[in-house]
Nanobody
Framework: QVQLVESGGGLVQPGGSLRLSCAAS????????MGWHRQAPGKQRELVAV???????NYADSVKGRFTISRDNAKNTVYLQMNSLKPEDTAVYYC???????????????????WGQGTQVTVSS
C-alpha cells in the first residue's frame, strides 16, 4: 500500500524557519508531480508549491522568495524549506502526489491523487 507521511511541523516564532518532509512508502517505481498544500482554520485548502519529477517548480505568490520546494527521487521524498515565517503561514500542511506508479504482486499499477495526513505548522510569538 502506498502512503505519504509528513514530518517536521511544529511551533516557531515569526521570522523563524522550519523544514517539512514527506516520504512516500511502498513498492514505488516512480512519482510524478509532488506538492505541498495548506489549510488554515476556517479557510479552504490552498496550493503552496509544486515540483515536477524533473525538478520544475511553482509557488503561490504568498510564499515566493521565502519557501523552497525540493525532492529526492531516489528517496521518494519531497521537502519544503520555509524561511521568514509569518503568523499567516499557520496552517496544517499536506503533501500530495498526483500519480504514483508502484509494484504489487506481479504487476505494475498507477494510482492517482495521494495525500498525507498533514502536519501542523504554528507561527506565533
Amino acid at each position: 500500500q502506498v502512503q505519504l507521511v509528513e514530518s517536521g511541523g511544529g511551533l516557531v516564532q515569526p521570522g523563524g524557519s522550519l523544514r517539512l518532509s514527506c516520504a512516500a512508502s511502498g513498492d514505488i517505481v516512480s512519482i510524478n508531480t509532488m506538492g505541498w498544500h495548506r489549510q488554515a482554520p476556517g479557510k479552504q485548502r490552498e496550493l503552496v508549491a509544486v515540483i515536477s519529477r524533473g525538478g520544475s517548480t511553482n509557488y503561490a505568490d504568498s510564499v515566493k522568495g521565502r519557501f523552497t520546494i525540493s525532492r529526492d527521487n531516489a528517496k521518494n521524498t519531497v521537502y519544503l524549506q520555509m524561511n521568514s515565517l509569518k503568523p499567516e503561514d499557520t496552517a496544517v500542511y499536506y503533501c500530495n502526489a498526483d500519480s504514483i506508479r508502484y509494484y504489487k504482486g506481479s504487476a505494475f499499477y498507477t494510482g492517482s491523487d495521494y495525500w498525507g495526513q498533514g502536519t501542523q505548522v504554528t507561527v506565533s510569538s
